[in-house]
Nanobody
């Protein structure tokens, strides 16, 4: 059974850092496309970062240079390192996964298309 479990959220002041983790079970990371999304109250969910099955990464312009998506294949875990956090980064963060289609990760920018699997979310709150 495929499961994604996020952790690492919390409350920090502006300029602080957090590292989110997404523990994956039920499949190997090398076989799927992974991504992080976030949703703030009253806003639509947006793709933040994506990690393709070939190891390439894509970021939303709003987080480029501050966030880093990476994976630890041994622990089957995906990370989102978030630095220089801003109040506008406050949101519920979700990791998601989808199998490649035709050998490619289908996404629009950093947003995976039709992820088949989602984690439960972890809250990130940044105060000014």
């Amino acid at each position: 059974q495929v499961q994604l479990v996020e952790s690492g959220g919390g409350s920090v002041q502006s300029g602080g850092s957090l590292r989110l983790s997404c523990a994956v079970s039920g499949y190997a990371l090398w076989s799927v496309c992974m991504g992080w999304f976030r949703q703030a109250p009253g806003k639509e969910r947006e793709g933040v970062a994506a990690l393709d099955s070939d190891g390439s990464t894509t970021y939303a312009d709003s987080v480029k240079g501050r966030f880093t998506i990476s994976q630890d294949s041994y622990r089957n875990t995906v990370f989102l390192e978030m630095n220089s956090l801003k109040p506008e980064d406050t949101a519920m963060y979700y990791c998601a996964a989808v199998y490649p289609s035709g050998g490619q990760c289908r996404r629009i920018g950093p947003a995976l298309q039709r992820p088949g699997y989602w984690g439960q979310g972890t809250q990130v709150t940044v105060s000014s």
